[in-house]
């Protein structure tokens, strides 16, 4: 079975670039179940290094995780 995360950076940054449609599709996912855990905040700030780029919501969703990590 492949892991999740793998799966999940390599559709977030195919094309290298996270769009707005992805950090929409992220946002729904990470506050699905209410909370962010630090392997999703760790998730995040991983695919927001390797990309080459991202739009600014981007950012916008990586400081609101930061705030709700538990």
């Known amino acids: 079975m492949a892991e999740w995360r793998k799966v999940a950076k390599a559709f977030a940054l195919e094309d290298g670039h996270i769009s707005q449609k992805e950090v929409n599709v992220l946002r729904r996912e990470l506050f699905a179940d209410g909370h962010i855990s630090k392997s999703e905040m760790d998730f995040l700030l991983e695919i927001k290094k390797d990309a080459k780029t991202s739009v ?7 400081a609101e995780c930061e705030k709700a990590i538990e």
């Open 56 to 62: 600014k919501l981007l950012d916008d969703l990586i």
